[in-house]
């Protein structure tokens, strides 16, 4: 991937390219909240997460265009612990969700200063249980039957990363 990649704080002129990315079948196949999102709710929602100083909404811009998401929901300052959720836009080239994740993970523990990254995948989501392992992620729970869809159960996988597992992969 030969763009250049920049992260940045989600403002509110992201809310429709998010909520598109977001509502697209892609993606919300892999959500616990599959429904389609309306403007009205995900404002509300941009809203509160702007509001919470736990939570970080950020952007993945390549060559200047918005391509990717991600959320990091710190639990306490004392805990060091965030749980991150993210996505990324459908047509986005590939190799995105990795410099998402890569830059992600760069702020979360340089810049925050965070001691761990944890997240839940849906079992069905492959790829993403790829890019988990990929960026040296751990699997520390298979949760049985952790959501329903209003139809079924579905398995979900745990994955967390430490900052010091973080900084041995990057060489540091």
Known sequence: MSETAQLRVMEESDLEPVLEWRNAPTTRQFMYT????????????????????SDHLLILELDGAPQGFLRLHIESEESGRAQWGFFRAPAAPRGTGTVLCERSLAYAFEDLELHKIYGEVLEVNVPSQRLHSKLGFTKEAHLRDHYHDGQRYWDAIGFGLLASEWDQGRGA
């Open 34 to 53: 599959r429904h389609e999102i309306s403007l009205d709710e995900h404002r509300q929602w941009f809203e509160r997460m702007t509001e919470s100083a």
